[in-house]
């Protein structure tokens, strides 16, 4: 039984467009699948609903030998064909430049500063400049050092710079640590944008009003009430054509420490004194630093690995991933990951917080269910009761944004029989849709200069610490049952033995 619920809001006349100042946003990998599939999109979506100010361009910079008009076709190619011949459309693609040149080569940067001198006469955008690393991670460091050199990266009190980098940030403590270091030695944390695309979901944002918006539910959000949170990140791709890269980096390296840390801390973060960009990840960090530390025992117990074979996903039959290009025939490399972790905190002490995130799974599917404990019994022990449900409230963040709160009520008739009643709220039902790629409040966050919803250097280093144990036992014993999973399925049998074991189970995803 399905109850909607009603949601109010303030009239859009209340919400007042706040276009970004002046800038050029230069895109590092410009020709690139994120660039084209994504950012493109995203910065038009921003352009339609007048996010962007007329002083805007985007500068793209790659290795393609292209002309600003080919670079402007290129792009427009991924735009919404009923769109071309709109206003919106004819002034996105005069704000689009290109710069052919390689990343290492200094000349490269040289001409990049040239061609911003040139923006910013013709556009009026202020030397303010927000860069964009959509490239392999091993160029972050090195650009931002040729950005230093250019003398691109100084801000001045009349203008600011900013550097955006996408996920993975390292590849484990030692290398995202290094990785600061370099970047730091150029430009200060508060120019840093460490991007994850996820916290652009509106679910996610809403976590945070959700809680501290709402007095009902922040009082009974501990281990007083909480039996359990379950966190699912499932994806119905395999590894497309990124073999080559993720046969190096793996699931566990790929989602966790951004993805799946991220929802935790937001999850399980105390109330912030504001939410000032400071404010809120000073209590994100927190939370990652008070989650307890695995043991090589933890990790064989509590952490589990997976690889598919072949199988089936909405009626396609799909090759094992030892046989997808770009990797290793007798790969060891996990495309799934399920763990048991706790945080040490007053809060959250006893409860525990399971994680799972994998490729070829049955839907494409992220949710956090919040697990209540049950109520109870003896009130019930006269009646045909035999159990009682518990409460469950689900977050659903892709791919329909959700959030259902499930309760017990009374089934009409003679006999006391429990009925689980569901309150639902789908976004798009109450408050519409709007264009989206998750990229529009991050990328219109930067160019406000906020940066609440961007890993700071310190939440990343925690995230890497928490997982630094199990890369290294990983590592020491090779997995040898690989793939112990088929496509299509909900991965290996010990990922719900890990929650089994303590009584309780995965939500069932329909």
Known sequence: MSMPVVASFEDESDQAVRPAGPCVMVVFGATGDLTMRKLVPALYNLEKAKFLPNEFAVLGVAHDELSIEDFRKKVTRFLQAEDHGTEAWDRFQ????????????????????????????????????????????????????????????????????????????????????????????????????????????????????????????????????????????????????????????????????????????????????????????????????????????????????????????????????????????????????????????????????????GKRMPRRHTEITIQFKRAPFQLFRETAIHRLQTNRLVIQIQPDEAMSLTYGAKIPGPVLRVGSVEMSCEYAKYFGTEPSTGYEVLLYDCMMGDATLFQRSDMVEAGWKILDPVLDVWKALPARNFPNYAAGTWGPKEADDLMARDGRHWRQIE
């Not at 996820?198 to 959700?210: A, D, P, R, S």
């Not at 009902?216 to 080559?244: C, K, M, Q, S």
């Not at 290793?328 to 996990?334: A, I, N, Q």
Request: hydrophobic share 40%; proline share 3%.
């Open 94 to 357: 005069q704000c689009l430049h290109y710069q052919r040149g390689d990343f290492g080569d200094q000349a490269t940067f040289v001409r990049v500063r040239e061609a911003l001198d040139a923006i910013d006469q013709q556009h009026g955008t202020q030397r303010n400049y927000l860069f964009y690393m959509a490239t392999a991670p091993k160029f972050f460091g090195e650009i931002v050092q040729q950005l230093g050199r250019a003398g691109l990266s100084d801000q001045g009190e009349d203008h600011w710079r900013r550097v955006v980098i996408e996920k993975p940030f390292g590849q484990d403590l030692d290398s995202a640590l290094a990785l600061n270091r370099i970047i730091k030695a150029v430009i200060s944390e508060d120019q840093i944008y460490r991007i994850d695309h996820y916290l652009g979901k509106e679910t996610v944002q809403n976590i945070m009003v959700f809680r501290f918006g709402n007095g009902i539910f922040e009082p009974i959000w501990d281990r007083r009430y909480i039996d359990h949170v379950a966190i699912t990140n499932a994806e119905t791709v395999g590894v497309e054509l990124r073999g080559g890269y993720f046969d190096n980096a793996g699931t566990l390296r790929d989602m966790v420490p951004n993805h799946m840390m991220q929802l935790i801390s937001l999850t399980a973060m105390e109330p912030p004194s504001s939410f000032s960009a400071s404010a809120v990840r000073d209590e994100q960090s927190k939370v990652l630093h008070a989650i307890t530390p695995l043991s090589s025992e933890d990790v064989l117990h509590q952490t589990v690995r997976g690889q598919y074979g072949e199988g089936v996903v909405q009626k396609e039959k799909l090759q094992a991933y030892r046989s997808e290009p770009g990797v290793l025939r007798d790969s060891k490399t996990e495309t799934f990951v399920a763990m048991k972790l706790n945080i040490d905190n007053w809060r959250w002490a006893g409860v525990p917080f399971y994680l799972r995130t």
